[in-house]
């Protein structure tokens, strides 16, 4: 049997991977700024994440949510800590899209209704409700379009209005970042009209942050720059660098019953191992404010870099916009500087999701392979 063949690849095989490198089969180093779809958060092979699941593995690994593991609320209450969100609760998935489909769901149920908002360029995974409101039809089977979706441009908050006051809207979905679709970073206005709408009109904030979260922005979320505070949070990627485990942080105003959400293996001990050492990790090491500075200091760098048009994003999840082909720029980097970055739905853009571990030395060394790069394209005179 093959592996049904659906992903793009970089043409290289990694064996290894150690802090913001990997490391390919013929021991070739590569410096990570992508961290593999935003996931590696606390860096490769991290000593106290590796030790902590290793201690766990010698425990138990699995048994379902049918019986208690202390580490389960061990780890709510971390990242209620860390995140500020003590007074929400948690339902702990394996994903991203799985998050955003439970989110969407407490949503409809909590309100009764079932049309939802979302924001045009917006990613939000692959499973029935989420691709619904993600917007690329290209990536939606016929099934995924039962669903009552509209997508609106971002910072339009007439068109929200408009929307919300036919009064049959469950839920509002944003990014607390746009990742996918080309790094954006909505307004802090915005982000107010959003939670001010929905609350006069009885819908649900639910706040993306799968791709933004986990101080990727320099903040726990990147919505806790506008000082608002979603009903819903949806999370997965940083939480478990690397191991699966997702999750939806849930306002006090929903009340839970027996049966209402569930997995198999959602919560299972090992990924609450990794999830509560990644926030342990975060916190000790002080990464998301690693993240604000070092997002800093690569703004600034960026400057000395010819042919570049526009650098966005918050923190660490940056976006670097050129006057043509971003794919070039990402292949030449990946093959002739051995730099990893990611790609975005914007063709001209490059999507750079470093581990948060990173250090001026690590982002000179990027810098210095960004400008060997655009010297030799035919973007240096942008
Ligand atoms: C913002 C956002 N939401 C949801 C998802 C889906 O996550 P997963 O691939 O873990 O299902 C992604 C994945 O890239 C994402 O970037």
């Not at 720059?225 to 849930?250: C, H």
């Not at 000179?364 to 030799?376: E, G, H, P, Q, T």
Request: aromatic share 8%; glycine share 10%.
């Amino acid at each position: 049997m093959k592996l049904f063949d659906v992903y793009k690849m970089l043409p290289l095989e990694l064996s290894s991977g150690n802090g913001y490198h990997v490391y390919d089969t013929d021991g070739r180093e590569y410096l990570d700024f992508y961290g593999g779809h935003a996931v590696i958060s606390i860096g490769h092979r991290h000593p106290r994440f590796n030790a902590a699941l290793k201690e766990q593995l010698d425990k138990i690994i699995y048994y379902s949510n049918a019986v208690e593991f202390s580490i389960r609320g061990r780890l709510a209450e971390k990242l209620g800590e860390v995140s500020g969100y003590t007074d929400y609760e948690l339902f702990l998935c394996n994903s991203g899209a799985e998050a955003n489909e439970n989110a969407l769901k407490l949503a409809s149920f909590h309100t009764g209704k079932q049309k939802v908002v979302a924001f045009k360029g917006g990613f939000h995974g692959r499973t029935s409700a989420a691709v619904s409101i993600t917007d690329n039809p290209k990536i939606q089977a016929p099934i995924n379009k039962t669903g009552e979706v509209v997508i609106i441009e971002p910072e339009n908050a007439d068109a929200l209005e408009e929307v919300l006051s036919e009064g049959e809207v469950c839920a509002v979905v944003i990014e607390g970042v746009r990742g996918i679709g080309g790094i954006y970073v909505p307004g802090v206005k915005f982000m107010k009209d959003v939670a001010r709408l929905c609350r006069r009109y009885e819908a649900i904030f639910i706040c993306d942050e799968i791709q933004s979260g986990y101080g990727r922005t320099g903040k726990f979320f990147a919505h806790q720059f506008s000082g608002v505070k979603p009903d819903l949070i949806t999370t997965a990627k940083g939480m478990g660098n690397g191991y699966p485990i997702g999750g939806v942080l849930i306002s006090p105003e929903f009340k839970a019953s027996s049966g209402m959400l569930g997995t198999t293996f959602g919560g299972n001990p090992l990924a609450c191992a990794a999830g509560l050492a990644v926030l342990e990790v975060l916190e000790e090491e002080k990464l998301v404010l690693n993240a604000m500075k070092m997002g800093d200091y690569l703004k600034s760098r960026l400057a000395e870099v010819p042919g570049i048009t526009e650098v966005t994003g918050a923190g660490l999840m940056t976006g670097i916009n050129f006057a043509g082909s971003a794919k070039e720029i990402q292949q030449a980097l990946a093959e002739d500087e051995y730099v990893l970055v990611g790609s975005s739905s914007i063709p001209t853009q490059i999507r750079l999701l470093p581990p948060l571990t990173i250090d001026t030395a690590a982002i000179d060394r990027f810098i210095s392979s960004l400008k060997n790069v655009v010297n030799a394209s035919a973007l240096k005179e942008a």
